[in-house]
């Protein structure tokens, strides 16, 4: 992987690089949750919002290019006392344009070790994976999450098929420390 990557921390000016990434990776059928159509400019200030008061927004930028992100994560707390050691939500994006360089694990590792040793109020971090996305679920394993059950038929993949969305959870060795 490329060195000159760096992680830093959304701005509320990433606000269209992350819309216009969101859009790239939207198109892909394994990269979201969300078609093209559901990306718009609210959801967009919906997470931000969300990240920016109970939880955490990671980018990268393009380093020949700054007017281009290349990955974004988020997570953040639902606002429910019970659930205030949840990070919840959880959403990460690489362009097309980078997949393969190492940017996801970059990323992510950078998350968790921020969970770790900046949010020890932070017990556990929760994802969904879609089933047929085996990729996915072995990244998450790789990086200590663990598969807590399925949801089946959670997932519409067709006018009349479905599959399960796998919960995962990381937990954070530092919590309360």
């Given at each position: 992987?490329?060195?000159?990557?760096?992680?830093?921390?959304?701005?509320?000016?990433?606000?269209?690089?992350?819309?216009?990434?969101?859009?790239?990776?939207?198109?892909?059928?394994?990269?979201?949750?969300?078609?093209?159509?559901?990306?718009?400019?609210?959801?967009?200030?919906?997470?931000?919002?969300?990240?920016?008061?109970?939880?955490?927004?990671?980018?990268?930028?393009?380093?020949?290019?700054?007017?281009?992100?290349v990955a974004e994560?988020?997570?953040?707390?639902?606002?429910?006392?019970?659930?205030?050691?949840?990070?919840?939500?959880?959403?990460?994006?690489?362009?097309?344009?980078?997949?393969?360089?190492?940017?996801?694990?970059?990323?992510?590792?950078?998350?968790?070790?921020?969970?770790?040793?900046?949010?020890?109020?932070?017990?556990?971090v929760e994802l969904?994976?879609?089933?047929?996305?085996?990729?996915?679920?072995?990244?998450?394993?790789?990086?200590?999450?663990?598969?807590?059950?399925?949801?089946?038929?959670?997932?519409?993949?067709?006018?009349?098929?479905?599959?399960?969305?796998?919960?995962?959870?990381?937990?954070?060795?530092?919590?309360?420390?």
């Amino acid at each position: 992987m490329n060195s000159t990557f760096e992680v830093r921390k959304a701005l509320l000016s990433d606000k269209e690089k992350i819309f216009s990434l969101y859009k790239k990776v939207a198109i892909l059928p394994e990269g979201i949750a969300r078609n093209v159509k559901e990306i718009t400019p609210e959801y967009i200030d919906h997470f931000m919002q969300n990240a920016s008061v109970n939880g955490v927004e990671f980018v990268i930028e393009n380093p020949h290019d700054d007017n281009e992100l290349v990955a974004e994560i988020h997570s953040y707390k639902w606002g429910i006392e019970k659930f205030n050691h949840v990070f919840s939500e959880l959403t990460i994006v690489v362009s097309p344009a980078y997949h393969g360089q190492g940017l996801g694990k970059l990323i992510f590792t950078h998350l968790l070790h921020y969970i770790e040793t900046e949010r020890r109020d932070i017990l556990r971090v929760e994802l969904a994976a879609q089933e047929s996305n085996e990729k996915a679920i072995r990244f998450y394993k790789n990086l200590g999450f663990v598969q807590e059950g399925r949801f089946e038929k959670r997932i519409k993949t067709g006018d009349s098929t479905y599959e399960a969305d796998i919960p995962m959870a990381w937990f954070n060795k530092n919590f309360g420390k």
